[in-house]
């Protein structure tokens, strides 16, 4: 991860792992606490239509795996609990997956996520990374080669976003190889790596956080606190006087 106190970017990739690792709790504080800064434009997520895909798949494993030990014997003792039998009539697989899903999907519209397009990604630069043993391909992996595909395509997809649009961003996630790729294969962005690993987007939260609570102390010509939005430029709150446009094109800016 690169060492900074400061926030690079308000662009953030969010990997499969990232929600596994959270056990698709969208009620948790991380997850909320991304989806409000999402939902007000301090935060800009991106997830790659191949990871969607992934989560669907992986969420549906969970689900089945989880529900499965519910008849295990080991659980026998809780079966003379009456909410505990009411749970497992109530509650079977896809009930549970139907609910799951569609707290994902609330997250995604609540977050603003951007779906990032692969398929400009071509097969042949990904096999060219493949027999170069380059990342996410580790060659000292355990990770199964099915897993490694899916990683690949996802990110040169959201390397290609950022490329294009001349952004960098923080990549969270748990995954070696996804921060072996944001360290060896992500190109710099003044002097700044395009893809900057992060193990937990509660790193992102807090350098978000505090850079608004920094920005929230400064004062406008109008006596009214600014805001940062995504565009990059301070801005006067909506409850305050909104300056001319004018004013705004002459007023401070800060480009990440």
């Given at each position: ?35 409000e800064l999402g939902n007000r434009g301090a935060l800009r997520i991106l997830i790659v239509d191949i990871t969607l895909r992934e ?117 969270v996630s748990s995954d070696s190889d996804w921060h072996e790729y944001c360290r060896d294969s992500a190109e710099w962005f003044e ?66």
């Amino acid at each position: 991860m690169t060492s900074s106190d400061s926030l690079l970017s308000r662009y953030v990739v969010l990997d499969t792992s990232f929600f596994v690792g959270r056990g698709f709790n969208f009620r948790s504080e991380e997850l909320s606490s991304l989806a409000e800064l999402g939902n007000r434009g301090a935060l800009r997520i991106l997830i790659v239509d191949i990871t969607l895909r992934e989560l669907e798949t992986k969420l549906l494993e969970m689900v089945q795996t989880a529900h499965a030990k519910l008849g295990h014997a080991d659980l026998r003792i809780l079966k003379c609990l009456p909410l505990f039998r009411r749970f497992g009539d109530v509650y079977g697989e896809q009930r549970i997956s139907l609910y799951v899903n569609k707290s994902l999907n609330e997250f995604i519209r609540r977050a603003r996520v951007e779906i990032v397009d692969s398929s400009d990604v071509t097969s042949r630069h990904v096999f060219d990374r493949f027999f170069r043993k380059l990342p996410p391909f580790n060659s000292d992996s355990k990770k199964q080669r099915k897993n490694e595909f899916p990683d690949a395509f996802a990110l040169e997809a959201a390397n290609a976003w950022l490329k294009s649009n001349k952004q960098r961003a923080y990549v969270v996630s748990s995954d070696s190889d996804w921060h072996e790729y944001c360290r060896d294969s992500a190109e710099w962005f003044e002097d700044v790596p395009r893809m900057i690993e992060v193990p937990s987007a509660s790193i992102v939260i807090e350098l978000v956080l505090r850079n608004d609570a920094a920005l929230a102390d400064q004062t406008c010509p109008f006596g009214k606190p600014a805001y940062f939005d995504i565009t990059g430029c301070v801005k006067i709150r909506r409850e305050g006087c909104l300056p001319s446009s004018a004013q705004q094109a002459a007023g401070p800016k800060f480009s990440l």
